[in-house]
C-alpha cells in the first residue's frame, strides 16, 4: 500500500511539472532576428526589377498574374516572380552592420546587381554586394539606409530562377518569331 501511495503521489507531482513547463494553448513562433530587407506585404508589391550585371527583368503584376516585356508571364516566370515576392516580403539579415570602410570590398560600390519592389507606397530598392569569406551570405544595403546586410545565399537563388525563367520565355519567344531576336 506504501508503495501504491508513494508511486501515485510520485506521477502526480510529475504530471503538475509536465503541465507547468508545457506551452501555452497558442504556439510559439520561432524567434527570429534581424532587420527587414523591404518594409513590404507581398500583396502590396506592384513590380519588381531585377538587375543582374547585364541580365535584367521588370515584371508588373496584373489581374492575371505578371506581365514581362509586354506579353503574360510564362507559368514557370510567374511561379518564380511570386516566390521571389513572398522570400522579399519576409527577408531579414543574418546579420547588420555599419560600413565604416570602402564599399567597393563588399562589392557594393558599384553593386553587382540591385532589386527594386514598387508598391503604392514608393519603390524599395536593395543593392546586391559581393559574397561573404565563408560563402554563406552576400553583402547588400538598402538605398538611404548606413547599415549593410548580410543576407542568406538563399535569396540568389531564388533571384536567378527568375533570371533563367525570363531567358528560357525570351529565347522561346524568338524561336517563334526570329526577327524579334
Do not use: C, K
Not at 14 to 39: C, D, E
Amino acid at each position: 500500500m506504501r508503495r501504491t501511495l508513494a508511486l501515485a503521489v510520485f506521477a502526480a507531482v510529475g504530471i503538475g511539472l509536465a503541465l507547468l513547463t508545457a506551452p501555452s494553448g497558442r504556439t510559439r513562433r520561432p524567434m527570429i532576428h534581424g532587420p527587414r530587407a523591404f518594409t513590404v506585404t507581398p500583396d502590396a508589391v506592384r513590380r519588381v526589377e531585377v538587375d543582374l550585371g547585364s541580365r535584367r527583368v521588370v515584371a508588373e503584376r496584373v489581374p492575371e498574374g505578371w506581365r514581362v516585356d509586354a506579353s503574360t508571364a510564362s507559368p514557370a516566370l510567374r511561379e518564380a516572380l511570386d516566390a521571389l515576392v513572398q522570400e522579399l516580403a519576409g527577408l531579414r539579415a543574418v546579420d547588420a552592420f555599419r560600413a565604416s570602410g570602402d564599399l567597393a570590398a563588399l562589392g557594393l560600390a558599384p553593386p553587382e546587381g540591385t532589386i527594386a519592389l514598387t508598391t503604392a507606397r514608393g519603390t524599395q530598392r536593395l543593392a546586391l554586394g559581393a559574397l561573404n569569406a565563408a560563402g554563406s551570405t552576400f553583402y547588400a544595403r538598402r538605398e538611404g539606409h548606413g547599415r549593410v546586410l548580410q543576407l542568406g545565399v538563399y535569396l540568389m537563388e531564388i533571384v536567378r530562377r527568375v533570371v533563367t525563367a525570363r531567358d528560357a520565355a525570351a529565347s522561346s519567344a524568338r524561336a517563334y518569331w526570329p526577327e524579334i531576336g
